[in-house]
């Protein structure tokens, strides 16, 4: 079956970074695009960045354009989000998510299947 599980969150001062790694496995890793998401406490789920199957095509939310970079390694099964410059305001569960083809969205039900998430808290 299907499972995607994200490591690397923490805490981390504000203007530090993350590294959050998502290890996918039960297909074929290759074939679809990646995406992550977070949510914070009382807030909606928000899209962060997706990544297409060869990654060669990224997308990211206005709020972490130029500081957070989305990348994977399909040898690994692995999709990345690097976050730098990191805000307060960036403080939430991030979870990655696998499309339901090889094209990249930044809507939550283009996604059918979830990691458990992982919590980034920033401190000011």
């Known amino acids: 079956q299907v499972q995607l599980v994200e490591s690397g969150g923490g805490l981390v001062q504000a203007g530090g970074s993350l590294r959050l790694s998502c290890a996918a496995s039960g297909y074929t890793f290759s074939v679809y695009a990646m995406g992550w998401f977070r949510q914070a406490p009382g807030k909606e789920r928000e899209f962060v960045a997706a990544i297409s199957w060869s990654g060669s095509s990224t997308l990211y939310a206005d709020s972490v354009k130029g500081r957070f970079t989305i990348s994977r390694d399909n040898a690994k099964n692995t999709v990345y989000l690097q976050m730098n410059s990191l805000k307060p305001e960036d403080t939430a569960v991030y979870s990655c998510?696998?499309?339901?083809?090889?094209?990249?969205?930044?809507?939550?039900?283009?996604?059918?299947?979830w990691g458990q998430g992982t919590q980034v808290t920033v401190s000011s």
């Open positions: 998510a696998r499309t339901n083809d090889s094209s990249i969205s930044s809507r939550y039900d283009y996604y059918n299947y």
